[in-house]
């Protein structure tokens, strides 16, 4: 797990250690030390975007079901 993570836009990334969102902003501190971070070599994971079960499923049963794997 990287240090940092994207989201799904460029407006902000995740810090990991604690799940805060740092804002795109020059002026903010902790954007400064994403920026240096990124310079320094620093690869952010991924964005992930939410899973909706709901999405996995059709009348009750998941797509694994469904398909009998």
Avoid: C, H
Wanted: aromatic share 8%; no cysteine.
């Amino acid at each position: 797990m990287a240090d940092y993570q994207l989201t799904a836009t460029d407006a902000a990334v995740i810090r990991t250690r604690d799940n805060a969102g740092i804002p795109n902003d020059p002026g903010n501190r902790d954007w400064v030390e994403y920026q240096a971070w990124l310079e320094a070599g620093g690869a952010p994971d991924p964005y992930q975007p939410p899973i909706n079960p709901e999405l996995d499923s059709f009348a009750g049963k998941t797509i694994a079901q469904i398909l009998g794997v």
